[in-house]
């Protein structure tokens, strides 16, 4: 490699930087001036002012984010001579970004990686080069390129000169980059079988699968950030949901999609799914599993239409010193014609009160009749607003048909044991009792799809305010015709989006991005879902995520050999069977697999391997692409270990995985030796050494690993040897096993 090509190559991106730092500094100036603007009193003036505002808000952001490693690659295409053939002595370079930028004539400068031209960067080979004569990577520090790599395609470029036979640095490079407790984008790195599964089509439901370490979790953020660019029109404003097993994978991966450039996307865990509630505790795999089942919704939906409470006998009520007579017939006949309404429960309820007090009223005006007063049909109101405030007539009427929240719903079933036995005849008492707790226990990750099970069937608690919502729909209807006549008027069409620019013209309303409107109304619906560590959802949490995307448009990623929690299943056709039904896979599924294993050292993933088919999983067999120079340790004692890795390397990140057990004694351990280095949980993740249990590390990865009690975790829950096959692969370095007893199975080599 020759000075000057580095430094040819650090000019160009000098350049980007440049035109970055230009429209940067453009759109500062824009906001600024737009900021400035007097608009008066004039409310759809103000409005518009601050929707341009926001955009140019959002434009800085994403430039800002894109910052680091701007341009990474450089495809070398051969030009095309008139007659169409190729010509060897004009190269074409086509530079990959985090972004697309155009110098100021609008010629593009920098390919952003989601087009389709900038698929050869990644997907070119030796074999099917994709008119590819090249592939360079750039290796930055900062805005500086430190090393150039380059693939070579065609023979001829060999004799041309310039170029650097490396290769696979840029990959290794990165593989063996030490961790810093947040998720790196692969952007640069991404291979062939990745970006094949990154780029396909959005429709239907497609299932990754791949072992640990083979990049599904990249895979499924860069799939989100391809789809969010490419299907602009279709996701803009119903966004994109991604869900991952926890709070601490969130922590993890939550800077990835920003340095990406986009920023409009809802992250969210299981236990988040239901606004205002965030569980982050599981039940026991006992509970969990009888929560899961699918047979819970069949159970809500028995405990929803119960509260429909018909009187044995008939009341008499108080309304101004009469005595009114109240009937059961009334009531039953009231709740009869209410439910026709298919309406949800808290919504039919007011045609229940409407036709219940629509029948007293009647049969009071009859019996004021029978007592010799003058009453006819105008004064039917009246005595409908008397029988509305009588106490006597309210505690009747919410007696028969009580308005509920979902919250209110399921801590009556769990706290009212006689209740659920009326529910559940078919059950025994064993069962029954794994349900029992009382009213104000914290609600559960396992709680979440029941309280959205509950929420379905109850409708709205407040039914004026549910009116008020559909009102606000109809408003932004007639915002976005106003703000496409506006857009029309102020000739900025191209430039700005309708949707955007009617979300800021309701008068003092905080409406929010598309990402935060949505991760707030339980009844949004997305454009597409990535889940993440799917293996181990249960039916009642498919059924939850199928509400919030009822096109059925689903990235499914996952490892059924890594599945651990009671719920979970032993293939994907039963894991999705309440998302596609029977369908069979090539019908309403389809399946990917990835089989390169780029995290784990080789001798740590064969270990792995060995231990999970000598216990029965279904492990996708992979192909580590390096050794590392460290082998396995095995320790009696954690603080020994945690010392004799930290005198191999105080840089990068180190996790303690320890089962459930035992994680309290691990963490304070830790503590005492090492102080506040050391953290625990996804809140720990930012230390240098985090604490954590096998679901915890769900998703992450570190540089070097200490797995604590390797046959406790194995005891510890029914898929005992999914979690180990967890905790073992999550090293990018090192791993060590702290025992005290034999070890699983398959461990060591015979």
């Not at 395609?153 to 640095?169: S, T």
């Not at 006949?333 to 629509?358: C, M, W």
């Not at 294993?597 to 580590?624: C, D, F, K, W």
């Amino acid at each position: 490699m020759s000075k000057s090509e580095l430094e040819r190559e650090q000019d160009y991106v000098a350049g980007l930087y440049a035109r970055l730092d230009e429209l940067l500094a453009e759109a500062t100036a824009q906001l600024t001036a737009v900021r400035r603007q007097s608009v008066g009193g004039n409310h759809q003036s103000r409005s518009e002012r601050d929707a341009f505002a926001r955009i140019y808000e959002d434009r800085i952001v994403q430039l800002r984010e894109v910052n680091e490693r701007l341009a990474f690659g450089r495809l070398d295409l051969a030009a095309r001579d008139a007659a169409g053939g190729t010509g060897s002595e004009a190269a074409v370079h086509r530079y990959i970004g985090r972004i697309g930028l155009r110098d100021a004539d609008l010629q593009p400068i920098l390919l952003d990686w989601r087009v389709p031209q900038a698929s050869a960067f990644y997907q070119a080979t030796a074999a099917n080069p994709l008119g590819a004569r090249a592939r360079r990577h750039l290796i930055s520090k900062g805005r500086s390129i430190v090393r150039i790599e380059d693939e070579i395609f065609d023979a001829a470029l060999l004799r041309e000169g310039g170029v650097d036979l490396q290769g696979e640095g840029a990959l290794l490079s990165a593989l063996t980059a030490e961790r810093t407790g947040r998720m790196a984008d692969i952007v640069a790195t991404i291979q062939a079988e990745q970006d094949r599964i990154i780029r396909s089509d959005l429709k239907g439901v497609l299932v990754v699968q791949g072992g640990p370490g083979t990049g599904k979790t990249a895979v499924a953020l860069h799939r989100a950030a391809y789809l969010l660019y490419s299907h602009r029109d279709r996701l803009r404003n119903s966004g994109v949901l991604i869900v991952g097993p926890s709070r601490s994978f969130l922590h993890y991966i939550e800077s990835v999609l920003p340095s990406l450039g986009e920023t409009g996307v809802v992250l969210s865990s299981v236990g988040a799914l239901f606004p205002g509630v965030e569980a982050s505790t599981e039940d026991v795999p006992a509970v969990a599993q009888v929560k899961g089942s699918a047979e819970m919704a069949e159970l809500i939906s028995r405990a929803v239409r119960s509260r429909h409470r018909v009187p044995s006998t008939a009341q008499q009520l108080d309304v101004n010193g009469d005595t009114v007579t109240l009937e059961p017939h009334l009531i039953a006949d009231a709740i009869h014609r209410a439910t026709q309404s298919r309406k949800p429960y808290n919504e039919a309820r007011v045609a229940f009160v409407k036709a219940a007090l629509g029948a007293l009223t009647r049969q009071w005006a009859e019996q004021l009749r029978g007592q010799g007063n003058s009453v006819d049909e105008s004064d039917h109101p009246m005595l409908m607003e008397d029988l509305r405030s009588s106490y006597d007539v309210r505690v009747a009427l919410n007696t028969a048909w009580l308005p509920l929240t979902p919250q209110k719903l399921v801590q009556d079933l769990y706290a009212r044991p006689q209740w659920l036995a009326e529910l559940t005849p078919g059950w025994s008492p064993e069962k029954r009792a794994l349900l029992r707790r009382s009213r104000d226990a914290p609600f559960t990750i396992s709680d979440v799809p029941l309280l959205d099970e509950a929420a379905e069937l109850l409708g709205e608690y407040d039914v004026v305010n549910a009116a008020e919502k559909r009102e606000a729909e109809q408003q932004r209807k007639r915002d976005i015709e106003n703000a496409e006549r506006a857009i029309e008027n102020m000739d900025v069409a191209g430039q700005v989006n309708a949707e955007d620019l009617a979300d800021n013209f309701a008068e003092g309303a905080a409406r929010g991005t598309t990402a935060e409107r949505a991760a707030a109304d339980r009844s949004w619906t997305y454009g597409h879902i990535v889940v993440d560590e799917a293996q181990e959802l249960s039916p009642m949490q498919w059924r939850m995520l199928l509400r919030r995307c009822p096109l059925r448009s689903f990235t499914v990623v996952g490892d059924i050999a890594q599945a651990a929690s009671a719920s979970a299943s032993s293939t994907w056709k039963r894991a999705l069977r309440g998302l596609v039904g029977n369908s069979p896979e090539g019908d309403r599924w389809r399946l990917e697999e990835l089989t390169v294993n780029y995290r784990t050292p080789s001798q740590i993933s064969a270990a792995a391997e060995r231990m999970a088919i000598a216990h029965g999983l279904p492990v996708t067999p992979s192909s580590a692409v390096r050794e590392s120079e460290w082998p396995i340790r095995i320790s009696a004692d954690l603080v020994e270990a945690l010392r004799h890795d930290r005198a191999i390397s105080t840089a990068g990140t180190l996790a303690v995985i320890a089962p459930e057990s035992r994680v309290d004694r691990a963490f304070a351990d830790a503590r005492a030796e090492f102080g506040a280095i050391v953290g625990r949980g996804g809140d720990g993740l930012d230390r240098a050494i985090a604490v954590l249990t096998p679901q915890d590390s769900k998703g992450l990865e570190f540089d070097s690993v200490v797995v604590v009690d390797p046959a406790g975790i194995m005891r510890e829950t029914e898929r005992g040897a999914g979690a180990l096959y967890v905790a073992m692969t999550r090293p990018t370095q090192r791993l060590t096993l702290v025992a005290t007893e034999d070890l699983p199975d398959g461990i060591l080599e015979d």
